[in-house]
């Protein structure tokens, strides 16, 4: 059985920094994508950021330069670390695994989701 499991979320001040973990078990996930999401009150599920199988990287503009995603496929773990935090970036965090290799930016892409994690930010 596939399980995501997000970690790392709480309350930061704006300008902090976080870092998001989902360790993945259940099968091995070094030859598909991975993706993190996030859903604010009121809001549709929204991309943030994207690996795919070799490491490449996607981010959404609002994120771009703040945020980074990365991999471990050993410990079949994505991380996404998450800097210069702005109360607009609050919301439940989603990790995701990818139907492919390749990353895409819609929720139609991925095919297993965690429970989420709660990132607020303080002004």
């Known amino acids: 059985q596939v399980q995501l499991v997000e970690s790392g979320g709480g309350l930061v001040q704006a300008g902090g920094s976080l870092r998001l973990s989902c360790a993945a078990s259940?099968?091995?996930?070094?030859?598909?994508?991975m993706g993190w999401f996030r859903q604010a009150p009121g809001k549709e599920r929204e991309f943030v950021a994207a690996?795919?199988?070799?490491?490449?990287?996607d981010y959404a503009d609002s994120v771009k330069g703040r945020f980074t995603i990365s991999r471990d496929n050993a410990k079949n773990t994505v991380y996404l670390q998450m800097n210069s935090l702005k109360p607009e970036d609050a919301a439940v965090y989603y990790c995701?695994?990818?139907?492919?290799?390749?990353?895409?930016?819609?929720?139609?892409?991925?095919?297993?989701w965690g429970q989420g994690t709660q990132v607020t930010v303080s002004s």
């Open positions: 690996i795919n199988w070799i490491g490449d990287t």
């Open positions: 259940g099968r091995t996930f070094s030859s598909y994508a």
């Open positions: 995701a695994v990818g139907n492919g290799r390749y990353s895409g930016r819609t929720i139609y892409d991925y095919g297993y």
